[in-house]
């Protein structure tokens, strides 16, 4: 017969010989004990909650408040009650009743069916804890393979846009302190959406990979055809990341596809690509859309010298409810000394590998 991992303790407090040839009959089975006294029970329990505990009560032993203290551990510790006792019917002994990790079985039960109550509810939590270790695995699997296509994505961007270097670290920054300021000021985010913006907001751009260097290292301004080309950046990102979510029906993946196509929308309807509004622009890109902004006003390009914190942050104060949403302008001007920190900290960043 299969040993099994699930541990059980009894207490031996009236009813010896019954609870002796239990836990013979169980020894063979399970890692079991006999505890002299309801503290030593207590005790272990607090330090490691077995899945069974077995007691034989009398009413007198019930009103010393230990056991009490005993059967609530065992509720919290998801410990099963076993409490074989004579009779239930005092109005003091029924308040066991009360207490749901307790089992009352009477006394007059054969120890053939109790070992193999005991014996099945063994086996189910060994599944049960089973099951639960391989969906812990499966999930730890699912998580790094989902940091690991991040980080490559993401490597794959800057890559593509070395003029940008830094960019992306310090824009999924930005975002991550907004996302905090947003819930601190307890405007209501649920807090996976909040998370996944956080674990995606590097993926915004990966529809540069299929703008070509031409145009991204240009020096100069972009002819109207030229726009035109760089801002499908945001329809091919959403369709390389949503391929990710029909593939993997993976939320995190549908949050980077909603922030890739949604960043360059404006708040008046006069962005891109689809010339969104409001809030029927998601969150996340409303978001994005600030932190983007501020980075490429802060930063040089081929064409440009980056702006000072003060003059950027200006511009976005100027660009309130044209651009960008307004409330989040509004957080944006409260936590922007952090803003300039990142940018400050992460100014020269390298790509991996280079010199
Ligand atoms: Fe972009």
């Known amino acids: 017969m299969e040993t099994l991992s699930q541990s059980g303790i009894l207490v031996q407090s009236g009813g010896i010989?019954?609870?002796?040839?239990?836990?013979?009959?169980?020894?063979?089975r399970v890692q079991i004990r006999i505890c002299a006294t309801p503290e030593e029970a207590r005790r272990i329990i607090s330090q490691s909650p077995p899945a069974v505990f077995v007691c034989a009560l009398t009413c007198e032993d019930f009103q010393n408040g230990i056991f009490t203290q005993v059967?609530?551990?065992c509720h919290?510790?998801?410990t099963q009650v076993f409490l074989l006792a004579e009779r239930f019917e005092s109005a003091d002994f029924r308040r066991v009743f009360d207490f749901p990790a307790v089992l009352c079985v009477p006394k007059s039960v054969s120890i053939d069916s109790l070992t193999t109550r005991i014996e099945e509810l063994l086996c189910e939590r060994e599944k049960t804890e089973r099951l639960r270790k391989e969906l812990k695995k499966s999930n730890d699997h699912s998580a790094n393979f989902r940091r690991t296509v991040i980080s490559t994505l993401t490597l794959i961007t800057e890559f593509r846009d070395s003029d940008t270097a830094g960019h992306v670290k310090r824009t999924t920054l930005y975002v991550s302190a907004l996302i905090d300021a947003y819930i601190t000021k307890g405007y209501g985010i649920d807090p996976v959406?909040?998370?996944?913006i956080k674990k995606t907001a590097s993926l915004h751009d990966i529809g540069k990979v299929t703008v070509s260097d031409i145009l991204l290292k240009k020096p100069?301004?972009?002819t109207f055809n030229e726009y035109e080309l760089t801002k499908l950046h945001t329809v091919y990102g959403n369709k390389i990341l949503n391929n990710i979510v029909s593939e993997a029906a993976d939320p995190m993946f549908r949050v980077a596809a909603e922030i890739a196509y949604t960043h360059?929308?404006?708040w008046d309807g006069k962005g891109y690509p689809n010339g969104v509004s409001g809030e029927q622009i998601p969150l996340s890109g409303r978001i994005m859309a600030i932190a983007d902004v501020y980075d490429a006003l802060r930063s040089d390009r081929v064409y440009k010298?980056?702006?000072s914190h003060k003059k950027t942050t200006g511009i976005i104060m100027e660009d309130k409810e044209t651009a960008f949403d307004p409330r989040l302008v509004d957080l944006f001007f409260?936590?922007?000394?952090?803003?300039h920190d990142i940018s400050v900290r992460f100014r020269l960043m390298k790509l991996p590998g280079e010199k």
């Open 17 to 28: 010989p019954f609870l002796r040839e239990l836990y013979s009959r169980l020894l063979s």
């Open 71 to 73: 059967f609530n551990l």
């Open 76 to 78: 919290f510790s998801g």
């Open 193 to 196: 959406y909040a998370e996944n």
């Open 220 to 222: 100069g301004k972009f």
């Open 264 to 266: 360059h929308e404006r």
């Open 305 to 307: 010298k980056g702006f």
């Open 334 to 339: 409260e936590i922007n000394e952090q803003f």
